[in-house]
């Protein structure tokens, strides 16, 4: 008990991180495969599931709830409007930034060049979406059932109307907003329950991927990770501690410590969207941001925002390029760019969203989709890394945008004893 008090929640997070890559390694490696599988079945898949759902059941009642007040609490279509261009330029921004680099740097090291590999033949690319369609999907026909699907971009629709109506109505609307700021208490009080248990969560998701997957499928395409891994490092050290200085003068070292919360159950969940209660709360009480913000720019994010993503797309279209022979041109360049940035947007931040956003861009610039199948053996993994990062960005932009609306609170954001360690922030 000592013990939990001290290490605090993150601490047990990171415990549950590094115990779940050594248990699936050591038994992979050692374990007879059945016994292997028998494991997998029976204890890591049941605990990680029982953790995702968790965290998932919350993730649309959070969203709606916290979105509502957060509009109601803006009150006015200007600020509304004001809030959602400055995130919206940052995230665009980032996203073109972050392919950009993912090109360039894959054009230097050439992850593919001299490589022959077979293709996965079990791999058949699914349809990408048409844009304009995304579009005017943002308008549910009914809201209940994009509740019930989770279509995040309709929910926060649903949730900004009904905001914009509490705020115009005034005192008429008192005691709905009252009952719905009580059940906001609620549902976050829900989500620090599930967090207990996200120690064991980690553990299962982590050992699960590790023992099942081995690390030998990793060796052929190693250039390529590197490739994918290092990029994304330098976006992330370099492109958004530069944001954090030059826009918000905000330390970039307390920022990512203050954001570890999220960054941890993003790499072992692999979703953007799971991971959206506990980016929440990791913005208003790690981060400070006021929930006017926050409510607004994280779920918008969680959805449109994958700078990981745009990342491991710049790079990948050149690896398979290269895998086939075939030579891009500069024009090439710039579709990718714009293609990824789109197709950014209308895909969930769920697992392996970004090779269905992959496939998009493939096509449009004349290559194989099947390409695909070369790099589906080790999307796992960097599935997980790239989760990470684009969590990491929707943090990066709120926190800009909260500073420069005057509403982060530093004290908290350069608070020593942060929320969210330990158990203690439970008793609120
Ligand atoms: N899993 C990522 C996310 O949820 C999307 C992807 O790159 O597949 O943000």
Redesign the pocket.
């Known amino acids: 008990m000592t013990g939990r008090r001290k290490l605090g929640l993150t601490g047990w997070i990171m415990v549950g991180l590094v115990a779940g890559l050594l248990c699936g390694l050591l038994q992979y490696l050692l374990l007879p495969p059945e016994l292997n599988v028998a494991i997998i079945r029976w204890v890591h898949d049941p605990l990680g599931k029982i953790f995702l759902n968790g965290i998932r059941m919350l993730v649309v009642p959070l969203v709606l709830v916290s979105l509502t007040l957060g509009t109601a609490a803006i009150g006015d279509l200007r600020k509304l409007g004001r809030i959602g261009g400055k995130v919206m330029g940052l995230y665009l921004g980032t996203t073109a930034i972050a392919i950009s680099l993912g090109y360039a740097l894959a054009r230097i090291i050439h992850p593919g060049r001299g490589l022959s590999i077979d293709v996965d033949a079990t791999f058949s690319p699914k349809e990408s979406p048409f844009l304009m369609d995304i579009l005017v999907d943002i308008v549910p026909r009914n809201p209940f059932s994009a509740m019930v699907e989770g279509k995040m971009l309709q929910v926060i629709f649903v949730a900004v109307l009904a905001g914009l109506a509490i705020a115009s109505l005034g005192p008429r609307a008192a005691t709905l907003k009252r009952g719905l700021e009580s059940l906001d208490a609620v549902i976050q009080r829900m989500v620090w329950f599930v967090m207990l248990f996200a120690p064991l969560g980690v553990f299962g998701l982590l050992a699960k991927v590790v023992a099942s997957e081995g690390v030998e499928v990793f060796l052929p395409l190693i250039k390529y990770m590197g490739n994918i891994l290092g990029g994304m490092a330098l976006h992330v050290v370099i492109v958004y501690s530069l944001i954090l200085l030059v826009f918000a003068r905000l330390n970039p070292i307390r920022f990512f410590q203050n954001a570890w919360p999220a960054i941890v159950v ?1 790499f072992s969940t ?4 799971a991971t959206l209660p506990v980016t929440l709360r990791t913005a208003e009480e790690r981060m400070g941001s006021e929930d006017s913000v926050h409510a607004f720019t994280l779920p918008l994010g ?1 959805t449109i925002n ?1 700078d ?2 745009a990342f ?1 797309q710049g790079c990948a279209t050149v690896f398979i390029a290269e895998v086939y022979g075939i030579p891009l041109s500069t024009g090439d360049f710039l579709t990718v760019v714009l293609m990824a940035t789109l197709a950014s947007v209308g ?9 269905i ?1 992959l496939s998009m861009v493939l096509s449009e610039v004349g290559l194989p989709i099947e390409g695909i199948g070369i790099i589906l053996g080790v999307d796992r993994i960097l ?1 997980m890394c ?2 990470a990062v ?2 990491c960005g929707d943090l990066t932009a709120t926190v800009v945008v909260a500073k420069s609306e005057g509403a982060l609170d530093e004290n908290v954001f350069y608070h020593e004893n942060l929320p969210m360690k330990g158990a203690g922030s439970a008793q609120t």
């Open positions: 993003a692999a979703s953007s969207n969680a994958m990981g993503t491991m895909t969930a931040g769920v697992p392996g969203a970004g090779l956003m599935d790239r989760t684009n969590v």
